[in-house]
């Protein structure tokens, strides 16, 4: 299979590896989209993120989505879920597994990500995509989770006001969660021009460069 590994600083070689086999409650996928989010970037740029650097090379990408190959699903289109809790520490046992503390995440330090043909993956984390969605909708899954669980925090009211700073694809996504939620008018806040008139086409009430005094 191809598979795309980052060695080092804007170094990413495409090249072949065996396909890795399935398992005790491990499904093979066949990866039909990937996203590349800004921590990849990181990756690509400066090697790392946050405390993590890499150290070996590394398969990058997390926003995923495929088909699964064996078993008794093979033939199901699935949005992967990149993040792995171990369920077994303090954390995934009261119920708050997005904050395991030895979580497994596809791309990120030791574990390999999706840029690749086909992936084992836990066939918990593989969740079923209805008709309606294509594979690349289904990779956007994981950014949409992450915007939802934003406006979760947000803790908006009904037809209250919000300000999304920053109008990158989650910030996008936010946007339009916030327009389904109520929420006028919405300010949306970017340095980038192009960003902006993102912003404005998803239906921000209004749209500021944050360079310019207004």
Same mark, same amino acid.
């Given at each position: 299979m191809l598979v795309a %590994? *980052?060695? %080092? !600083?804007?170094? &990413?070689? &495409?090249?072949?590896?065996?396909? /890795? =086999? $399935?398992?005790?409650g491990i499904?093979? @996928?066949? @990866?039909?989209?990937v996203g590349i989010c800004g921590s990849d970037l990181h990756w690509w740029g400066e090697a790392g993120i946050g405390d993590a650097v890499l150290d070996h090379p590394l398969v990058l990408g997390h926003e995923a989505a495929g088909i699964i190959e064996d078993g008794p699903r093979r033939g199901e289109r699935v949005a992967i879920d990149p993040a792995v809790p171990c369920g077994a520490c303090r954390c995934c046992l009261e119920g708050h597994r997005n904050l395991c503390t030895a979580?497994?995440? =596809? +791309?990120?330090?030791?574990?390999?990500?999706?840029?690749?043909?086909?992936?084992?993956?836990?066939?918990?984390?593989? #969740?079923? *995509? /209805?008709?309606? *969605?294509?594979? =690349?909708?289904?990779?956007? *899954?994981?950014?949409?989770? @992450?915007?939802? #669980?934003?406006?979760d925090l947000g803790h908006l009211?009904? $037809?209250?006001?919000?300000?999304? !700073?920053?109008?990158?694809?989650?910030?996008?996504?936010? +946007? &339009? &969660?916030?327009?389904?939620? +109520?929420?006028? /008018?919405?300010?949306?806040?970017? /340095?980038l021009a192009h960003r902006r008139d993102a912003a404005s086409r998803y239906g921000a009430g209004a749209v500021l460069d944050p360079a310019v005094p207004n």
């Open positions: %590994r *980052l060695h %080092r !600083v804007g170094e &990413l070689r &495409l090249g072949r590896e065996p396909v /890795p =086999a $399935g398992g005790p499904s093979l @996928v066949r @990866v039909s989209a979580i497994v995440f =596809a +791309g990120h330090g030791g574990q390999d990500g999706l840029m690749r043909e086909f992936a084992a993956w836990p066939s918990s984390r593989l #969740h079923r *995509l /209805p008709d309606q *969605l294509s594979d =690349a909708e289904g990779a956007l *899954l994981e950014p949409l989770g @992450v915007a939802i #669980h934003a406006l009211r009904i $037809g209250g006001t919000a300000a999304v !700073v920053g109008c990158g694809p989650i910030g996008l996504l936010l +946007g &339009l &969660l916030l327009r389904s939620a +109520g929420a006028v /008018p919405m300010l949306a806040v970017d /340095p």
